[in-house]
Each structure stands twice: as C-alpha cells, then as structure tokens.
C-alpha cells in the first residue's frame, strides 16, 4: 500500500506520448514523515500516523511538541490504517517523497469539497422548481408540500434548503500520469475534490 499527503495545486492539460490529451490535477505531494506505529496491542489497531507541512513553534501545543520530539512541527497530523505485513518496512521517522508513487498507479484520492454556503433545493437536490405559469410570481424555485399529516414536524432526511458542501469526498479509479521527485510533484487525471490548496489524501494499493 503506497500513501501520501499533498496540496491540490491546479488543473491543467497533460498529452500523452500517443497524442491523447487527459485532463489533469497538479499535487504537491509530500514529503511525509511518519510520527507514530500504531499497534493492537498498545492502541486497539494497526495504523500508521504521518506529520505533513509546517507550523510555527509559537501555535502547537507542548503536548504536541513532546509527541513530534525532534521529527518536526506539522501542520496536518493523519492516520493510515494497515495491516502488520504492511507495516513491517515502515518506522516511525522515516520520510516519504512522492517517488514512492509511479506513472500508472491506480490511486483513490479523498479531499474536503468546496463550501457553497447555504443553498436552495433546485440547487441542493436538483429539485425541477415550480411551473413558470401565471400566478407563480415568487414560487418558482420554492420547495413546494412537504407532506401533510405530520402534526407541525418535519420528517427526517427531508429534502430541504441547507449547507452545501464542505463534506469529504473520495474519487477513485484516478491514474498517475507523471511524477517529479524534484519538485515532489503528481499528475493525477481527472479531478479531485477541494478548492486549491485543499490538503489531500493519495492512496494506491
């Protein structure tokens, strides 16, 4: 199981050698360093925990500071679960680079999706709105009947107004087309979820 985490950095254009253009996300990917072997015997599971990025000494907490020790002041703290046979090559210290990935790994790349604030439900839930007709006026675009007999309560799961987006995603099936050590670089195809500089998770297994 390969693992990273980066920054969505942009979309773009990527030509193939056989002349077919892809769509493609820029990723700054790593480097990653691994914090902590989680275990069943002292934690209740197999894990793997990774620091990435950076953060000035003045906002991390002294409990932090003593669990990073001398590893470094992360920004972002995940946890990967894996297996024992999986976590026999990896200890804690060791740094990961966006090399251990290779063009044409299959990854799953799992993000938080754009906020859009509060929305309606044609937007929401793709609603069709009321009919453009006369004495609609303001109706238009109105949820209409939620259902009577339901003594002044809405059910729940109703399809209503509310906040949209902001929620986890995971878009898999997505290919590596290039990787640069030097820049710690990766072009996945297609498009992953998150404004830019969304903080991402790239799993290959």
């Known amino acids: 199981m390969k ?53 000035k000494a003045s906002r991390v907490s002294a409990a932090l500071k003593g669990h990073f020790g001398d590893k470094g002041l992360f920004s972002e703290v995940r946890e990967f679960r894996m297996d024992d046979a999986e976590m026999a090559n990896i200890n804690a210290g060791d740094t990961i680079a966006s090399d251990t990935f290779a063009v044409g790994d299959i990854v799953a790349v ?40 339901l003594r002044n309560r809405v059910p729940k799961g109703m399809r209503m107004g509310g906040r949209m987006g902001s929620d986890r995603i995971t878009v898999r099936n997505l290919k590596v087309l290039a990787v640069d050590p030097e820049t710690n670089t990766l072009l996945i195809s297609g498009a992953v979820p998150g404004r830019r500089g969304t903080v991402l998770e790239i799993i290959s297994k």
Do not use: C, W
């Open 110 to 149: 799992s993000g938080t999706s754009k906020g859009k604030g509060f929305q309606g439900v044609i937007k929401r839930h793709n609603f069709k709105g009321g009919p453009r007709s006369h004495g609609q006026k303001h109706s238009e675009r109105a949820p209409g009947s939620i259902g009577g007999g």
């Open 3 to 55: 693992f990273i985490l980066g920054t969505k950095v942009n979309m773009t254009e990527y030509f193939a050698e056989d002349g077919k253009m892809y769509p493609a996300t820029v990723v700054t990917a790593g480097p990653i360093v691994v914090t902590q072997k989680k275990t069943k015997e002292t934690d209740g599971y197999t894990a793997v925990q990774v620091g990435f990025g950076t953060r």
